[in-house]
């Protein structure tokens, strides 16, 4: 980030390599926190969140990578509007195609036509390849029901306040979970097309 100060914690969920090793040598500045066992993504986030300090959570996958400045773009339109919740991204693969990383509130309709059931293989590409379930790109800062914990930023006090990700979700839906809930409270979440990242890398 160019105007802002950040703290790096990695949650090492038992991995069986190098790992933590090679973010040691990488990134001496990083906080490393090696679990026993593999807890889970959910609790191996509210882990990292009882650790930090900052005003703001940047959850990040393993295999993303951020543009520059893509931390400073998602703090600025957070703090540029109110009740936000979530603010995320525009993520690409390697090859530069659009990732959707935004979604809709999951229905029994638009779940059997997402894109990884075998009807949203099928027919998913009608309706401008998109599913009914995930959203498409969009070229100004849009409110959304919901986004994917690959990279999204929270303030830590509405992180806290919410108690975090589910821990019964081991992998999976427990951002849509937790973006339901800050729904109900009244929040909304922000897709940030200025801020840009990489996911899928090897």
Known sequence: TARYSCEIIVVDNHSADNSTEVVRQVRPDARVLENSENIGFGRACNLASENASGDYLLFLNPDAELDPLAIDYLVEAHRSRTGVGFAVPRLRFPSGVFQASCRKLPTISNMIFSRGSAFGR??????????????PDFAEITPVPAVAGTAALISRKCFVSHR?????????????DLCARLGQSGYKHLFVPTAGAVTGVP
């Open 164 to 176: 975090g990700f589910d821990p019964r979700f081991f992998l999976f839906m427990e951002d849509t």
């Open 122 to 135: 099928l027919f998913g590409r009608l309706g401008g390849g998109h599913s009914s379930y995930t959203l």
